[in-house]
């Protein structure tokens, strides 16, 4: 049967049922559970400081008020770090290389922010919509551009986030195709493929990990706009 570049992306199944349930609590699984112990094992260390960084990271751009979200937004950073990391294992499924699940990700919780800045301070959640000092005839065209923008904004976080993804995994299915379809007629060649998708998966787990701070930190920025 002939297999598209294309079909990793596919949701898998079997007998019909998706498995991609499966595949977006897997991760939580790899997380040890926390003991009330006094001393703890290296792994639950690791994990601490590991939480302990990104928490930091993120509450940093905000201020007092943004700090409930801790929880949510360290929780979405760790679920789309190991999401994306086990993606780049052979024979695995990333699910966040499918644009629905990205967008019903980023629309909630971008609405959320939205409404938080509607509801504690609805004056100046409107004001981003009109720059200070804007001419009187530009300013029915520039409150259409900024409300558009400011609508695009989940699009935007989902459909980098799925386009940086699919790429990286596209480039390295198609040089092991060409490492595996040289090898026998030219191995030299071949090797130097094999070097080029070496360094390509270290390139690719580095977007891994940045792509999933950028999609976390991004969101955090919108929350700081509207607090």
Known sequence: MNLSFFDQFS?????????????????ALLLPSQSNRWLTDRLSTLQSWLINLITKQLMMPLNNKGHKW???LTSLMIFLLFTNLLGLLPYTFTPTTQLSMNLALATPLWLATLLTGLRNQP??????LLPEGTPTPLIP???LIETTSLLIRPLALGVRLTANLTAGHL?????????IALISTMPAISLLTLLVLFLLTILEVAVA???????????????QENI
């Open 171 to 179: 480039l390295i299915q198609l040089i092991s195709t060409a490492t």
């Open 11 to 27: 949701s898998p199944s079997i007998l019909g049922i998706p498995l991609v349930l499966i595949a977006m609590t897997f991760p």
């Open 141 to 143: 065209a520039l409150i």
């Open 70 to 72: 801790a929880l949510i």
């Open 209 to 223: 990990m940045i792509q999933a701070y950028v999609f976390v930190l991004l969101l955090s920025l919108y929350l």
């Open 123 to 128: 004056s100046m959640s409107l004001a981003h």
